[in-house]
Protein backbone atom coordinates (compact mmCIF):
# COMPACT_ATOMS: atom_id res chain seq x y z
CA UNK A 1 0.00 0.00 0.00
CA UNK A 2 0.75 3.64 -0.35
CA UNK A 3 -0.34 6.97 1.15
CA UNK A 4 0.43 10.17 0.62
CA UNK A 5 -0.14 12.65 3.24
CA UNK A 6 -1.53 16.39 2.70
CA UNK A 7 0.16 18.09 6.07
CA UNK A 8 2.66 15.47 6.38
CA UNK A 9 4.33 17.47 9.30
CA UNK A 10 1.47 18.07 11.66
CA UNK A 11 1.24 17.12 14.86
CA UNK A 12 -1.15 14.14 14.57
CA UNK A 13 -0.16 13.34 10.70
CA UNK A 14 3.47 13.48 11.43
CA UNK A 15 3.12 9.98 14.09
CA UNK A 16 0.25 8.50 11.70
CA UNK A 17 3.07 8.46 8.86
CA UNK A 18 5.94 6.86 10.91
CA UNK A 19 3.20 4.47 12.58
CA UNK A 20 2.38 3.48 8.82
CA UNK A 21 6.17 2.95 7.96
CA UNK A 22 6.43 0.68 11.21
CA UNK A 23 3.60 -1.26 9.24
CA UNK A 24 5.52 -1.38 6.23
CA UNK A 25 3.92 0.94 4.04
CA UNK A 26 4.73 3.29 1.41
CA UNK A 27 4.32 6.68 2.94
CA UNK A 28 4.93 10.12 0.67
CA UNK A 29 3.87 13.72 1.55
CA UNK A 30 3.93 17.25 1.63
CA UNK A 31 3.27 20.47 3.73
CA UNK A 32 3.99 23.97 3.43
CA UNK A 33 6.61 24.47 6.40
CA UNK A 34 9.11 22.08 8.37
CA UNK A 35 8.59 21.04 12.06
CA UNK A 36 10.02 19.33 14.54
CA UNK A 37 8.86 15.39 13.23
CA UNK A 38 11.33 16.68 10.55
CA UNK A 39 14.24 14.42 11.29
CA UNK A 40 12.16 11.24 12.03
CA UNK A 41 9.82 11.80 8.61
CA UNK A 42 13.16 11.65 6.85
CA UNK A 43 15.19 8.97 8.64
CA UNK A 44 12.24 7.16 7.73
CA UNK A 45 12.87 7.54 3.84
CA UNK A 46 9.69 9.23 3.14
CA UNK A 47 9.49 11.34 0.42
CA UNK A 48 8.41 15.23 1.19
CA UNK A 49 7.53 18.24 -0.45
CA UNK A 50 6.62 21.54 0.45
CA UNK A 51 5.65 23.40 -2.04
CA UNK A 52 1.89 21.75 -2.05
CA UNK A 53 0.97 22.75 -5.85
CA UNK A 54 0.16 19.98 -7.32
CA UNK A 55 3.35 19.17 -9.21
CA UNK A 56 4.67 16.46 -6.73
CA UNK A 57 1.76 14.38 -6.23
CA UNK A 58 1.58 14.64 -10.11
CA UNK A 59 4.91 13.28 -10.11
CA UNK A 60 4.29 10.79 -7.31
CA UNK A 61 1.45 9.49 -8.97
CA UNK A 62 3.12 8.67 -12.18
CA UNK A 63 6.17 6.72 -10.95
CA UNK A 64 4.01 5.32 -8.17
CA UNK A 65 0.78 5.26 -8.07
CA UNK A 66 -1.10 6.29 -4.19
CA UNK A 67 -4.15 3.85 -2.84
CA UNK A 68 -4.89 6.25 -0.22
CA UNK A 69 -4.78 10.17 0.14
CA UNK A 70 -4.97 11.68 3.67
CA UNK A 71 -5.41 15.52 4.25
CA UNK A 72 -4.91 17.67 7.66
CA UNK A 73 -8.01 19.43 9.00
CA UNK A 74 -5.96 22.69 7.98
CA UNK A 75 -6.76 22.55 4.09
CA UNK A 76 -9.76 23.43 1.88
CA UNK A 77 -10.42 20.85 0.00
CA UNK A 78 -12.59 23.14 -2.47
CA UNK A 79 -9.45 24.93 -3.31
CA UNK A 80 -6.15 22.98 -2.40
CA UNK A 81 -4.48 21.63 -5.54
CA UNK A 82 -3.55 18.49 -4.03
CA UNK A 83 -7.01 17.26 -2.95
CA UNK A 84 -8.30 18.88 -6.28
CA UNK A 85 -5.72 16.72 -8.49
CA UNK A 86 -7.02 13.36 -6.50
CA UNK A 87 -10.45 14.66 -6.79
CA UNK A 88 -10.12 14.68 -10.80
CA UNK A 89 -8.12 11.28 -10.32
CA UNK A 90 -10.77 9.65 -9.35
CA UNK A 91 -13.13 11.23 -11.37
CA UNK A 92 -11.50 10.36 -15.02
CA UNK A 93 -10.34 6.66 -13.50
CA UNK A 94 -13.45 5.25 -11.83
CA UNK A 95 -11.68 1.56 -11.95
CA UNK A 96 -8.62 3.37 -10.52
CA UNK A 97 -10.14 5.11 -7.53
CA UNK A 98 -7.56 6.05 -4.85
CA UNK A 99 -9.33 6.25 -1.02
CA UNK A 100 -9.81 9.93 0.04
CA UNK A 101 -9.99 10.45 4.15
CA UNK A 102 -8.62 12.66 7.45
CA UNK A 103 -6.43 10.80 9.90
CA UNK A 104 -8.93 8.98 11.69
CA UNK A 105 -10.35 6.60 9.20
CA UNK A 106 -7.21 5.10 8.51
CA UNK A 107 -5.92 5.03 11.94
CA UNK A 108 -9.00 3.13 12.26
CA UNK A 109 -8.06 0.64 9.61
CA UNK A 110 -5.03 -0.06 10.94
CA UNK A 111 -5.97 -0.58 14.65
CA UNK A 112 -8.72 -3.21 13.10
CA UNK A 113 -6.44 -5.04 10.60
CA UNK A 114 -4.58 -5.08 13.56
CA UNK A 115 -6.61 -6.29 16.08
CA UNK A 116 -5.38 -3.80 18.54
CA UNK A 117 -7.76 -2.87 21.43
CA UNK A 118 -8.10 0.91 21.32
CA UNK A 119 -6.69 3.06 24.86
CA UNK A 120 -8.16 6.78 23.24
CA UNK A 121 -7.01 9.62 25.71
CA UNK A 122 -9.43 12.54 25.49
CA UNK A 123 -10.14 15.89 27.03
CA UNK A 124 -9.41 19.20 26.93
CA UNK A 125 -6.33 19.49 28.59
CA UNK A 126 -3.41 17.06 29.21
CA UNK A 127 -4.27 14.15 26.67
CA UNK A 128 -0.31 14.22 25.20
CA UNK A 129 1.35 13.93 28.53
CA UNK A 130 -1.33 11.19 29.87
CA UNK A 131 -0.60 9.58 26.65
CA UNK A 132 2.69 9.29 27.09
CA UNK A 133 2.60 8.48 30.64
CA UNK A 134 0.55 5.39 29.94
CA UNK A 135 3.15 4.68 26.81
CA UNK A 136 6.07 5.17 29.52
CA UNK A 137 4.15 2.93 31.98
CA UNK A 138 3.76 -0.17 29.19
CA UNK A 139 7.64 0.43 28.22
CA UNK A 140 9.07 0.41 32.48
CA UNK A 141 6.87 -2.57 32.74
CA UNK A 142 8.34 -4.27 29.65
CA UNK A 143 4.47 -4.90 28.27
CA UNK A 144 4.31 -4.30 24.21
CA UNK A 145 2.04 -1.55 23.25
CA UNK A 146 1.31 0.44 20.05
CA UNK A 147 0.47 3.98 20.05
CA UNK A 148 0.14 7.00 18.80
CA UNK A 149 1.21 10.59 20.65
CA UNK A 150 0.65 14.13 19.56
CA UNK A 151 3.81 15.18 20.38
CA UNK A 152 7.38 13.77 20.84
CA UNK A 153 8.05 12.39 24.31
CA UNK A 154 11.00 12.54 25.56
CA UNK A 155 12.00 9.25 26.16
CA UNK A 156 10.85 7.47 22.97
CA UNK A 157 9.61 8.14 19.55
CA UNK A 158 5.40 9.85 18.34
CA UNK A 159 4.42 6.83 17.34
CA UNK A 160 5.33 2.89 17.31
CA UNK A 161 3.70 -0.44 15.93
CA UNK A 162 5.42 -3.56 17.98
CA UNK A 163 4.40 -6.82 16.54
CA UNK A 164 3.44 -8.71 19.88
CA UNK A 165 1.32 -5.91 21.24
CA UNK A 166 -2.33 -5.87 22.20
CA UNK A 167 -3.28 -2.36 22.80
CA UNK A 168 -3.07 0.63 20.83
CA UNK A 169 -2.72 3.93 22.85
CA UNK A 170 -3.76 7.22 21.28
CA UNK A 171 -4.29 11.22 21.76
CA UNK A 172 -7.40 11.39 20.55
CA UNK A 173 -8.63 15.23 19.79
CA UNK A 174 -11.61 16.37 19.68
CA UNK A 175 -10.81 19.22 17.40
CA UNK A 176 -13.18 18.75 14.37
CA UNK A 177 -14.98 16.46 15.73
CA UNK A 178 -12.27 13.68 15.05
CA UNK A 179 -12.75 11.52 18.15
CA UNK A 180 -16.55 10.70 16.79
CA UNK A 181 -15.14 8.38 14.28
CA UNK A 182 -13.33 5.91 17.15
CA UNK A 183 -15.41 3.12 19.19
CA UNK A 184 -12.64 2.38 21.86
CA UNK A 185 -12.60 -0.40 24.25
CA UNK A 186 -11.36 2.06 27.18
CA UNK A 187 -11.53 5.94 27.46
CA UNK A 188 -9.29 7.89 29.99
CA UNK A 189 -10.63 11.57 30.33
CA UNK A 190 -8.41 13.57 31.52
CA UNK A 191 -10.60 17.40 31.69
CA UNK A 192 -13.14 19.58 30.39
CA UNK A 193 -13.67 23.13 30.04
CA UNK A 194 -15.35 24.61 26.63
CA UNK A 195 -13.07 24.85 23.62
CA UNK A 196 -12.66 24.92 19.65
CA UNK A 197 -15.64 26.81 19.24
CA UNK A 198 -14.79 26.85 15.66
CA UNK A 199 -15.73 23.68 15.62
CA UNK A 200 -18.63 23.42 18.10
CA UNK A 201 -20.54 26.79 18.84
CA UNK A 202 -21.72 25.85 22.00
CA UNK A 203 -20.61 24.85 25.23
CA UNK A 204 -23.42 22.38 25.41
CA UNK A 205 -22.37 20.95 21.68
CA UNK A 206 -18.91 20.69 22.73
CA UNK A 207 -20.01 18.02 26.33
CA UNK A 208 -22.84 16.73 24.35
CA UNK A 209 -19.84 15.40 21.64
CA UNK A 210 -17.96 13.96 24.92
CA UNK A 211 -20.91 12.53 25.95
CA UNK A 212 -21.64 10.42 22.41
CA UNK A 213 -17.99 9.74 22.63
CA UNK A 214 -18.15 7.96 26.17
CA UNK A 215 -21.50 6.18 24.88
CA UNK A 216 -19.12 4.53 22.09
CA UNK A 217 -16.46 3.23 24.85
CA UNK A 218 -16.52 -0.56 24.91
CA UNK A 219 -16.03 -1.57 28.03
CA UNK A 220 -15.27 1.75 30.74
CA UNK A 221 -14.49 4.84 31.09
CA UNK A 222 -12.19 6.62 33.67
CA UNK A 223 -11.77 10.49 34.44
CA UNK A 224 -12.06 12.71 37.68
CA UNK A 225 -15.56 13.91 39.00
CA UNK A 226 -14.78 17.35 38.71
CA UNK A 227 -15.20 16.78 34.88
CA UNK A 228 -17.72 13.97 34.41
CA UNK A 229 -20.35 15.75 36.59
CA UNK A 230 -20.30 17.98 33.36
CA UNK A 231 -21.74 15.02 30.86
CA UNK A 232 -24.71 12.73 31.86
CA UNK A 233 -22.94 9.83 30.97
CA UNK A 234 -22.27 7.48 33.96
CA UNK A 235 -22.20 3.80 32.47
CA UNK A 236 -19.09 1.85 32.85
CA UNK A 237 -17.58 4.89 33.88
CA UNK A 238 -15.00 5.13 37.01
CA UNK A 239 -15.07 8.37 39.13
CA UNK A 240 -11.99 9.79 41.08
CA UNK A 241 -12.46 12.29 43.55
CA UNK A 242 -9.00 14.25 43.36
CA UNK A 243 -9.60 16.04 46.92
CA UNK A 244 -9.64 12.58 48.54
CA UNK A 245 -6.97 11.07 46.85
CA UNK A 246 -4.84 14.00 47.89
CA UNK A 247 -2.55 12.59 50.00
CA UNK A 248 -2.29 9.62 47.01
CA UNK A 249 -1.49 12.35 44.37
CA UNK A 250 0.85 14.35 46.96
CA UNK A 251 3.45 11.68 46.65
CA UNK A 252 4.03 11.51 42.97
CA UNK A 253 7.07 12.96 42.97
CA UNK A 254 6.10 15.43 39.64
CA UNK A 255 5.91 18.89 39.55
CA UNK A 256 2.58 20.34 38.60
CA UNK A 257 -0.88 19.09 40.24
CA UNK A 258 -2.08 18.79 36.41
CA UNK A 259 0.82 16.64 36.03
CA UNK A 260 0.27 14.60 39.05
CA UNK A 261 -3.68 14.16 38.10
CA UNK A 262 -2.74 12.72 35.16
CA UNK A 263 -0.47 10.44 36.24
CA UNK A 264 -3.04 9.03 38.64
CA UNK A 265 -5.36 8.91 35.86
CA UNK A 266 -2.60 6.86 33.84
CA UNK A 267 -2.08 4.64 36.96
CA UNK A 268 -5.38 3.70 37.13
CA UNK A 269 -6.00 2.70 33.28
CA UNK A 270 -2.87 -0.03 33.64
CA UNK A 271 -4.25 -1.35 37.17
CA UNK A 272 -7.72 -1.69 35.53
CA UNK A 273 -6.61 -3.44 32.24
CA UNK A 274 -5.29 -6.02 34.71
CA UNK A 275 -1.66 -5.07 33.72
CA UNK A 276 0.05 -4.20 36.82
CA UNK A 277 -2.07 -3.49 40.17
CA UNK A 278 0.45 -2.44 43.16
CA UNK A 279 -0.46 1.08 42.88
CA UNK A 280 2.79 1.66 44.94
CA UNK A 281 4.73 0.71 42.17
CA UNK A 282 2.86 2.22 39.51
CA UNK A 283 3.26 5.72 41.46
CA UNK A 284 6.78 4.73 41.80
CA UNK A 285 7.74 4.33 38.46
CA UNK A 286 5.17 7.08 36.74
CA UNK A 287 7.38 9.35 39.11
CA UNK A 288 10.35 8.74 36.96
CA UNK A 289 8.62 10.31 33.97
CA UNK A 290 10.63 12.27 32.08
CA UNK A 291 8.16 14.14 30.10
CA UNK A 292 7.44 15.23 26.60
CA UNK A 293 8.43 18.12 23.83
CA UNK A 294 6.44 21.75 24.51
CA UNK A 295 5.15 20.30 28.09
CA UNK A 296 7.53 22.58 30.03
CA UNK A 297 10.58 20.89 28.28
CA UNK A 298 13.95 22.55 29.38
CA UNK A 299 15.92 24.11 26.66
CA UNK A 300 18.71 24.98 28.69
CA UNK A 301 18.53 25.51 32.44
CA UNK A 302 16.05 27.73 33.81
CA UNK A 303 14.11 28.32 30.20
CA UNK A 304 11.15 26.46 29.13
CA UNK A 305 8.85 26.03 25.97
CA UNK A 306 5.38 24.96 26.68
CA UNK A 307 2.14 24.30 25.30
CA UNK A 308 -0.44 26.45 27.17
CA UNK A 309 -2.42 28.42 25.35
CA UNK A 310 -5.95 27.86 27.41
CA UNK A 311 -6.21 29.86 30.58
CA UNK A 312 -6.61 26.43 32.37
CA UNK A 313 -3.58 25.20 31.04
CA UNK A 314 -1.65 28.59 31.48
CA UNK A 315 -2.33 28.90 35.18
CA UNK A 316 -1.32 25.25 35.46
CA UNK A 317 1.82 25.70 33.88
CA UNK A 318 2.35 28.22 35.94
CA UNK A 319 1.58 26.28 39.17
CA UNK A 320 4.14 23.60 38.21
CA UNK A 321 6.88 27.07 37.41
CA UNK A 322 6.47 27.88 40.99
CA UNK A 323 6.81 24.20 42.46
CA UNK A 324 9.95 23.80 40.44
CA UNK A 325 11.47 27.18 41.53
CA UNK A 326 10.49 25.93 45.37
CA UNK A 327 11.55 22.73 45.29
CA UNK A 328 15.28 24.14 43.08
CA UNK A 329 15.73 26.67 46.50
CA UNK A 330 15.36 29.25 43.41
CA UNK A 331 13.39 31.92 46.05
CA UNK A 332 15.15 34.90 44.61
CA UNK A 333 14.47 34.03 40.94
CA UNK A 334 11.76 35.43 38.67
CA UNK A 335 8.92 33.79 36.64
CA UNK A 336 9.16 35.20 33.37
CA UNK A 337 6.47 34.31 30.66
CA UNK A 338 6.90 34.98 26.78
CA UNK A 339 3.23 34.60 25.44
CA UNK A 340 1.52 34.19 22.16
CA UNK A 341 -2.04 33.51 21.82
CA UNK A 342 -3.14 30.60 19.79
CA UNK A 343 -6.06 31.90 17.29
CA UNK A 344 -8.01 35.05 16.71
CA UNK A 345 -11.47 33.33 17.35
CA UNK A 346 -10.60 31.75 20.16
CA UNK A 347 -9.41 34.68 22.16
CA UNK A 348 -13.08 36.10 21.76
CA UNK A 349 -13.95 32.87 23.95
CA UNK A 350 -11.29 33.26 26.38
CA UNK A 351 -10.04 36.71 26.96
CA UNK A 352 -11.95 37.72 30.19
CA UNK A 353 -10.78 34.51 31.38
CA UNK A 354 -6.90 35.79 31.21
CA UNK A 355 -7.26 38.04 34.28
CA UNK A 356 -5.86 35.74 37.15
CA UNK A 357 -4.42 33.06 35.01
CA UNK A 358 -0.66 34.25 34.81
CA UNK A 359 -1.23 34.67 38.92
CA UNK A 360 2.56 33.98 40.06
CA UNK A 361 4.19 35.68 37.23
CA UNK A 362 6.62 38.33 37.37
CA UNK A 363 7.16 39.62 33.96
CA UNK A 364 4.31 39.11 31.28
CA UNK A 365 5.61 39.76 27.40
CA UNK A 366 2.32 39.56 25.56
CA UNK A 367 2.77 39.14 21.38
CA UNK A 368 0.41 39.06 18.71
CA UNK A 369 -2.10 36.15 17.98
CA UNK A 370 -0.82 33.29 16.04
CA UNK A 371 -3.71 33.50 13.26
CA UNK A 372 -4.89 30.44 11.95
CA UNK A 373 -8.40 28.80 11.10
CA UNK A 374 -9.59 32.05 11.55
CA UNK A 375 -13.31 33.37 11.23
CA UNK A 376 -12.53 36.25 8.66
CA UNK A 377 -15.74 38.28 9.94
CA UNK A 378 -14.34 38.89 13.28
CA UNK A 379 -12.06 41.36 13.67
CA UNK A 380 -8.35 40.77 14.86
CA UNK A 381 -7.97 41.38 18.66
CA UNK A 382 -4.68 43.70 19.36
CA UNK A 383 -2.28 42.27 21.72
CA UNK A 384 -2.73 45.43 23.35
CA UNK A 385 -6.06 45.15 23.92
CA UNK A 386 -5.63 41.11 25.38
CA UNK A 387 -3.08 42.06 27.41
CA UNK A 388 -5.58 44.31 28.92
CA UNK A 389 -7.80 41.74 30.44
CA UNK A 390 -4.95 40.43 32.77
CA UNK A 391 -5.26 41.08 36.28
CA UNK A 392 -1.54 43.85 36.62
CA UNK A 393 -0.88 43.21 40.10
CA UNK A 394 2.01 41.79 41.01
CA UNK A 395 3.29 41.92 37.89
CA UNK A 396 4.57 43.76 35.25
CA UNK A 397 2.93 43.45 31.27
CA UNK A 398 4.49 44.00 28.11
CA UNK A 399 3.55 43.85 24.76
CA UNK A 400 6.40 43.04 22.20
CA UNK A 401 7.31 41.61 18.77
CA UNK A 402 9.13 38.41 18.87
CA UNK A 403 12.38 40.01 17.49
CA UNK A 404 15.95 40.50 18.65
CA UNK A 405 15.12 43.26 20.94
CA UNK A 406 12.99 40.70 22.78
CA UNK A 407 15.66 38.50 22.87
CA UNK A 408 18.19 41.22 24.58
CA UNK A 409 15.67 41.82 27.33
CA UNK A 410 15.17 37.68 27.84
CA UNK A 411 18.95 37.86 28.03
CA UNK A 412 19.23 39.73 30.84
CA UNK A 413 16.80 38.23 32.85
CA UNK A 414 18.57 34.63 32.29
CA UNK A 415 21.84 36.01 33.64
CA UNK A 416 19.42 36.86 36.75
CA UNK A 417 19.07 33.19 36.96
CA UNK A 418 15.35 33.78 36.35
CA UNK A 419 13.32 31.13 34.94
CA UNK A 420 11.79 31.88 31.32
CA UNK A 421 8.59 29.77 29.65
CA UNK A 422 8.10 30.73 25.97
CA UNK A 423 4.29 29.76 26.31
CA UNK A 424 1.88 28.79 23.10
CA UNK A 425 1.08 26.77 20.43
CA UNK A 426 2.00 29.20 17.36
CA UNK A 427 5.17 30.19 16.22
CA UNK A 428 6.46 31.00 19.45
CA UNK A 429 8.19 27.77 20.01
CA UNK A 430 10.50 27.79 16.89
CA UNK A 431 11.09 31.59 18.50
CA UNK A 432 12.30 29.78 21.66
CA UNK A 433 14.32 27.71 20.14
CA UNK A 434 16.29 30.01 18.01
CA UNK A 435 16.66 31.96 20.74
CA UNK A 436 18.43 29.43 22.76
CA UNK A 437 20.49 27.72 19.55
CA UNK A 438 22.08 31.57 19.56
CA UNK A 439 22.11 31.84 23.46
CA UNK A 440 24.32 28.39 23.34
CA UNK A 441 26.61 29.30 19.84
CA UNK A 442 27.13 33.14 20.96
CA UNK A 443 28.58 31.86 24.33
CA UNK A 444 25.73 33.62 26.09
CA UNK A 445 24.72 31.04 28.18
Not at 132 to 160: C, D, E, H, R
Not at 184 to 211: G, I, M, R, W
Amino acid sequence: MHIYISGICGSGLAPLASLACDLGIKVSGSDICESLAIKVLRDKNIRIDFSQDGGFIRQVQTEDPIDWFIFTSAIDPKTHPEYQFIKQWNKKNPEKQIRISKRSQFLNFLIKKNNLKLICVVGTHGKTTTTAMLVWLFQQFKIAVSYLVGTNPLFTKSAKYQKSSQYFVYECDEFDRNFLDFEPDYTVLTSLDYDHQDTYPSQEDYFDAFNTFLSKTRVWSLGWQKDLQKLNTFENVYIFDELILKEYLDKINLNGLHNRQNAYLAIQCFAKLGLWTDLDDLRSTISGFPGTQRRFEKLINFVFTDYAHHPTEIAATIQLAQEFRLKNNLNNSKIVVVYQPHQNTRQYQVRRDYKDCFNGVDYLFWTDTYLTRENLDLEILSKTELANYVNQLGKQVFTVDLNQELSSKLQEFIKNGDIVIFMGAGTIDDYARSFVKNLIETSVF
